[in-house]
């Protein structure tokens, strides 16, 4: 059984960053691949990125590549959001599974979700 419990959500401006973090999705999590998916209210749950449990691989989707860092330590997991936009508006889940490479950004190969945090980027 895997708990995970999201953090450091919160509104920010337009081109501003925020990191988010994942309690119980470190390493200790030992064989779970982790990540973050986001979802708009109306709008299915989207995969932003993942890391393999050793580390050695990690996978973003187009939007979050260039702007966003997962990351990982062995108590949490990590989500460095930089220049973020409008769009990144949404309630954002740390999850983890073992998914295979072909479905890593299927939602339905994560067993384990948090509550979600809230992230709002407005001016």
């Known amino acids: 059984q895997v708990q995970l419990a999201e953090s450091g959500g919160g509104l920010v401006q337009p081109g501003g960053s925020l990191r988010l973090s994942c309690a119980g999705a470190?390493?200790?999590?030992?064989?779970?691949?982790v990540g973050w998916f986001r979802q708009v209210p109306g709008k299915e749950r989207e995969f932003v990125a993942a890391?393999?449990?050793?580390?050695?691989n990690t996978y973003y989707s187009d939007s979050a590549k260039g702007r966003f860092t997962i990351s990982r330590d062995n108590a949490n997991l990590y989500l460095q959001m930089n220049n973020l936009k409008p769009e990144d508006t949404a309630v954002y889940y740390c999850?983890?599974?073992?998914?295979?490479?072909?479905?890593?950004?299927?939602?339905?190969?994560?067993?384990?979700w948090g509550q979600g945090t809230q992230v709002t980027v407005s001016s």
């Open positions: 890391i393999r449990w050793s580390g050695s």
């Open positions: 470190g390493r200790s999590s030992t064989g779970y691949t």
């Open positions: 999850v983890a599974g073992r998914p295979i490479l072909s479905a890593i950004q299927s939602a339905e190969m994560y067993y384990y």
